[in-house]
């Protein structure tokens, strides 16, 4: 007569824990590579539908990358002035590889300017906000048809008091005019920003 066998409550713990343990694993990789594929710095920012927000810490948390000063048509001086920051770690990114990763965020702030005869010479100060432009790089094209997302990066002007609204439209009609002499450096003056000399 056969005599079925019941496993022993050492098999079966040993079985119990192994199953555990692969599973923990399983999940940890799942975790793994899906902080990946998120970018790390637009977390947040950037919703599913490709939708842009400004980081409000911006200043505290990021990165100063460098200052443009935009000359005036009329008078001498400056007309704006611009303050450019990027995400934390870009710098690093940049100088190791000659590129963003992807995820990348630029914010740009825009000011007008004011000019006056100093001690020291005429001089430009930054007067009030006229608001912010924004960049977060995407190199795999995440946000298909949507016209804010295309040429590497989701683009986005944000007025002064709508951190949360970009008054963009379509980049390509809005953005890519000022950007396009600066095309072999991936759409950015690089040449502006000195810490980012390798």
């Known amino acids: 007569m056969f005599r079925r066998r019941l496993p022993s409550a050492t098999l079966l713990l ?15 990789q799942v975790r793994s590579a ?26 505290a948390a ?19 002035m611009h303050t450019v920051y990027v995400s934390p770690g870009a710098i690093d990114e940049y100088r190791a590889n000659g590129r963003f990763k992807n995820g990348t965020v630029l914010v740009k702030e825009v000011f007008n300017a004011e ?56 980049y390509r009609q809005e953005c890519l005019g000022c950007h396009t002499p600066a095309q072999a450096t991936d759409w950015l003056y690089v040449k502006g920003y000195p810490v980012l000399a390798r």
Do not use: H, I
Request: proline share 5%.
């Open 115 to 170: 000019s006056e005869d100093m001690t020291t010479g005429r001089v430009s100060r930054a007067a009030g906000l006229a608001g912010w432009f924004m960049m977060v790089k995407d190199d795999r094209g995440s946000y298909p048809g949507n016209p804010l997302w295309g040429d590497g990066w989701g683009w986005a002007w944000f007025d002064k008091g709508s951190p949360d609204k970009t008054k963009t439209l379509d």
């Open 62 to 80: 990021y990165q100063f990358l460098g200052t443009w000063a935009v000359a005036s048509d009329t008078v001498p001086g400056s007309k704006e």
């Open 34 to 59: 899906n902080v990946a594929e998120t970018p790390r710095a637009s977390v947040g920012l950037v919703d599913v539908a490709g939708t842009m927000r400004l980081p409000l810490d911006y200043r």
């Open 14 to 28: 040993t079985c119990g824990a192994t199953l555990a343990a692969a599973t923990g694993l399983l999940a940890q």
